[in-house]
């Protein structure tokens, strides 16, 4: 099928993206059809994802695919971000906009969890991180929602390729971070649902990245580049797509995969899972081909854009990209923030809170002039840069892994300050990859998977991953940010 174009579906936080892929004369070429904005609904106090808004976007993109690639569409696949799920009625359609992570909800539950089920036994059994925003807590807290909690549930990009026309699955590498599934066994972990009062009967069964899953619907498979087109779960957790889309060969390397959240880590053959670990909330992203995603979420350029969303409320609108050249002038600042503070994971008024924290530390409080701008952007980068070197070197320390080299993708990788301030405080040599590392990952596992270098035990291959990320990547493929088809 090397003929046929593949097409990649990408839902982000703040906007999605359908890519296509094609060949010409073996050479791929890869162009961005649709782009539509996304982010949470606030309704009161609640914060939702308006999943028809998703689907009819991903919808939109497809038949736009189909009319770019009269040479007919192999596959397509979705990856998006991990722990939202939306619950599924009989008839395959949506019960309501599902939560966004976000929400407070989880606060509570995460405590109530948290007493059924010690956080020792827990991260034993998941070697996952303790997050609120986590699955199990979210599942925890429809309850007290007044949701029915017997209803089946699927996460986004799955829900997603479901109502495309695929069958309802739960991929590996996206269900691992709901701290639901066994770290031994890779399957759902019945001592956590049975301790927690979940209805394990809810989920699916689990599948590998690579596999397919189906066919496109009736509508959409009535147009002639869709008629034999597969439906296949790539790795539907974006940060585990954006790692399998590093090319790298060795083991000495780590990653960051830079957007609205900084995953932070290193690829594993194995889980690692001591009490060190756990100490220091580390998790165990399911990885492809049986590797591990050793890795810490950060806080990343949310901050930023939250920071941005206020200042433009109090008149004062300036670009991101300016403001980041305005701060390469600033020299370093007399106080870090902790980027991980749990208040800066909550939407609002950002610059206050770190403000305060200035205050409090003995630190006078920066206006909200232009100087004030640039000095709050200051921290804000110098205090990411020096959590990713502290992160760094605990992967290095826990894991016993020398690392010399680390690659930067996502669109935070665009942030040339940013990577300069990483690479001087931990001393690392970065290499700045695709900032759509998560496109080229879901494109190669589908290569992979259609080139037949899949196994029902371990899904695509690494090692061939790899192989056909490098392919992608060695042709400098990157997504225009304009679209023939005027698909923004």
């Known amino acids: 099928m090397k003929d046929k174009a593949l097409v990649a579906v990408d839902l982000g936080g703040e906007s999605c993206r359908v890519s296509l892929l094609r060949w010409d004369r073996n050479n791929p070429s890869l162009q961005l059809i649709h782009r539509f904005p996304n982010g949470p609904l606030a309704e009161g106090r609640r914060l939702y994802w308006d999943i028809e808004h998703i689907c009819a976007g991903v919808e939109k993109g497809i038949r736009l695919c189909a009319e770019a690639a009269p040479e007919g569409i192999a596959s397509i696949a979705v990856d998006g971000w991990g722990v939202d799920y939306v619950r599924v009625k009989a008839d395959g359609e949506a019960l309501g906009k599902p939560f966004c992570y976000r929400d407070e909800r989880t606060v509570e539950s995460e405590r109530q969890v948290h007493k059924a089920i010690s956080r020792e036994r827990l991260y034993d059994l998941t070697g996952i991180q303790f997050h609120r925003i986590n699955t199990i807590y979210q599942l925890y807290a429809d309850r007290a929602d007044g949701i029915d909690e017997h209803l089946p549930w699927l996460q986004i990009p799955e829900f997603v390729t479901q109502r495309l026309g695929g069958e309802a699955v739960c991929e590996y590498t996206n269900v691992t971070h709901s701290a639901l599934v066994g770290l031994k066994t890779h399957d759902w972990c019945d001592e956590i649902f049975q301790t927690a009062g979940l209805d394990r009967k809810a989920t699916h069964k689990i599948v590998q990245p690579g596999t397919v899953v189906g066919r496109l619907r009736a509508g959409l498979a009535e147009l002639p580049a869709l008629r034999e087109t597969q439906l296949m779960v790539p790795a539907c957790h974006d940060t585990a797509s954006a790692i399998a889309g590093i090319p790298a060969e060795g083991e000495d390397w780590a990653f960051i995969s830079s957007g609205t959240w900084s995953l932070v880590g290193t690829p594993l053959d194995a889980p690692c899972a001591t009490n060190e670990a756990r100490e220091k909330n580390f998790t165990n992203l399911g990885g492809v081909g049986g590797k591990t995603y050793f890795l810490k979420n950060v806080n990343g350029m949310w901050l930023l854009r939250q920071c941005l969303e206020q200042w433009k409320k109090q008149g004062y609108d300036i670009a991101l990209d300016e403001l980041i050249q305005a701060c390469a002038t600033q020299p370093a600042p007399d106080h870090l923030i902790d980027v991980d503070d749990p208040e800066f994971l909550l939407p609002g008024d950002l610059p206050a809170a ?20 640039v000095r709050v952007a200051t921290i804000v980068l110098h205090s990411l840069a020096a ?45 700045v990859g695709s900032a759509e590392s998560s496109t080229m990952g879901n494109l190669a596992i589908q290569m992979a998977s259609l080139a037949g270098d899949y196994s029902a035990e ?12 490098d392919i992608l990547v060695a042709n400098s493929l990157e997504l225009s940010l304009t679209s023939k088809m005027g698909g923004e």
């Open 354 to 373: 770190i403000n305060q924290r200035r205050l409090r530390s003995g630190h006078g409080a920066l206006s909200n002039g232009r100087e004030g701008i």
């Open 387 to 431: 959590r990713y070197a502290q992160v760094l070197a605990d992967v290095s320390a826990i894991t016993k892994k020398r690392i010399r080299k680390l690659y930067i993708v996502g669109g935070g990788g665009k942030n040339e300050l940013l990577n300069r301030l990483t690479r001087e405080r931990s001393g690392l040599e970065v290499v």
């Open 458 to 469: 371990d899904g695509a291959h690494h090692g061939s991953v790899a192989k056909f990320a």
